[in-house]
């Protein structure tokens, strides 16, 4: 099983919601990452899991919260957004760095 | 500011054309070069990574890398209209900086 999953593959909330993103890998990676891209820009990290620890947060609004469940799992939970912070949120593992395995995004509209 | 610099585009290249897409990068001290292949509404793909000086082949695709001029490029040979999406090129530095992107149109 070479894939990481993410659901739900769109996701539109209000600016009052709780939501949350979800990421799954079996692939026996140590690394997990949050990546935010807006139209026609590079991947932005947003935080970086090694070994199941937070190990970078890139100076990410507290209405973005991480969790590493375990080391497969990958969450972000998500309130209070603004709409600005519609995008595609990309989960990412890697077991060497920089050699990252996305998944297929979740597609966030924040209305 | 680690920065990773690419030419947005786009590069039109006939089928069957080598595509020639280029990449420098601003700190001397990187020693892990990535390309990524990402297509319209997709998420990226890892396609080559180099550490070395020199040329490395995969298939159709040969990463180079001249550390001395601070360039990586990423040579497709026999392009195909399949290879049109945005290329990514990204440097580690304490993480991976991806650069803007080149996109890509191969046109039949």
């Known amino acids: 099983d070479t894939e990481v999953t993410q659901t739900p593959k769109h996701l539109v909330m209000g600016m009052t919601n709780k939501k949350s993103l979800k990421c799954e890998q079996h692939?026996?990676?140590?690394?997990m990452y949050w990546y935010k891209q807006k139209a026609k820009k590079p991947p932005e990290l947003m935080f970086v899991?090694?070994?199941?620890?937070?190990?970078i947060n890139e100076s990410v609004p507290s209405r973005f919260s991480p969790e590493c469940p375990n080391s497969s799992l990958l969450n972000l939970h998500l309130h209070a957004l603004q709409p600005e912070d519609s995008a595609l949120y990309l989960c990412?593992?890697?077991?060497?760095?920089?050699?990252?395995?996305f998944g297929e995004g979740s597609r966030l509209t924040v209305l | 500011q680690k920065e990773v610099e690419q030419n947005s585009g786009p590069l039109s290249v006939p089928e069957g054309a080598i595509a020639s897409l280029n990449c420098t990068y601003s700190d001397r001290g990187s020693q892990s070069f990535f390309w990524y292949r990402q297509y319209s509404g997709k998420s990226p793909e890892l396609i080559m990574f180099?550490?070395?000086?020199g040329d490395k082949e995969d298939g159709r695709f040969t990463a180079q890398l001249n550390k001395a001029s601070q360039y990586v490029s990423l040579l497709i040979r026999d392009s195909q209209p399949s290879d049109s999406a945005t290329y990514l090129c990204a440097v580690l530095y304490s993480t991976l900086t991806f650069g803007k992107g080149t996109m890509l149109l191969v046109s039949p």
């Open positions: 990412a593992s890697s077991q060497s760095p920089g050699e990252l395995f």
């Open positions: 180099i550490y070395s000086n």
């Open positions: 899991y090694s070994y199941e620890k937070l190990s």
């Open positions: 692939m026996g990676h140590r690394a």
